[in-house]
């Protein structure tokens, strides 16, 4: 399925959250993810399903004034 | 002239309590940015000599920057807790979704809360901020909102539950100083039991220390710093100028008077007949 993920168009056969971070992520960075603009914290990565057309960002620590 | 000048400074000697925010400023008054800086060594070094109470972080997109890793391990060697912004954010649900990944990163319930309303000056759009300074409070987050100098504004935001305000002295970046010095006064007198910091426009120690004079509780700023010829050198400059504001404030400053007064005494002068 089509997804997007940090604002890329991209493929993939994971319908599973975790499954896909795994697969996308540099998890040895801190990071946090939204999924469709909203929050999903750490514990409910396992329990997130992606759909056609979902939007995932990753977020990880920047510099910022 | 404006009241309250004298029980803001009765208020802040007398207060012992270290309960949040007089701690977030037990040990400086500076908040320093992370951004811009010619290396992440510089910012480094920059952040150890400066001994900010704070520096800002804020949360992108991972891989968008070179560096990220680097940056971050390089921000907590310093030591020096941080405060996630939502810089970027222009709408209500994007700063509360940043604010809420933020606090899952940096493990802290604080955030400089921004919700820009304008692209060409960066300026706060205040009806969205005070909407999302309310949701984030009842989250239980410990907002800190960067506004306008606006008393209204500030005065929502402190209704909200706000104990810091943020007003700006001038547009992000600008380095233009203290813009309107009546309206920091203003606040600084109507609000005496808020924590203020000026945040933004600050472009020079002298900036800083203008600020504390009028009795901000602390000052916020980035480019200054990162953007200087010799930022480790000003990163200390500010220091020192923040210190000295604070100080100035505390000891009194002089009336002003419009005419001249001689301040070596008249009694005794040399040569002067009574004619």
Redesign the interface.
Known sequence: MQIRF??ELIHTEHHSLDAFLVSM??T???????VN???V??QNYQHTTLHEGSQI????????? | MLNGHNDTIKNKIESSEMSYPQSLFKNSRLLL?????PSPKL?QQAINTAQPAMV??????????AG??E??DL?KQTGVPVL??T?GCRTV??AI??A???R???ATELVKLEVTGDDYNLQPDPFALLEATTELINQGFKVLPYSTDDLVLCQRLVEAGCQVVMPWGAP??SGKGLLNPYALKTLRARLPDVHLIVDAGIGSPSHACQAMELGFDAVLL??AVSQAADPVRMAGAFRQAVQAGRDAYLAGQMQSRETASPSTPVLGTPFWQQS
């Not at chain 2, 940015?33 to 800086?37: N, P």
């Not at chain 2, 800002?56 to 920057?65: A, N, P, Y």
């Open positions: 940090n604002g992520v540099d040895k960075q801190a990071f946090a993810v939204s603009g909203d929050f914290a750490k960002d990753v977020l990880s620590p920047m510099q910022g004034g | 940015g992370t951004a811009q800086y910012m800002t972080v804020s949360l992108r997109r991972q891989g968008s920057i990220g890793a940056f971050w921000v996630p912004n810089a649900k994007e979704t940043v809420q990944m933020s899952e990163v940096f992000i970046g980035n480019t």
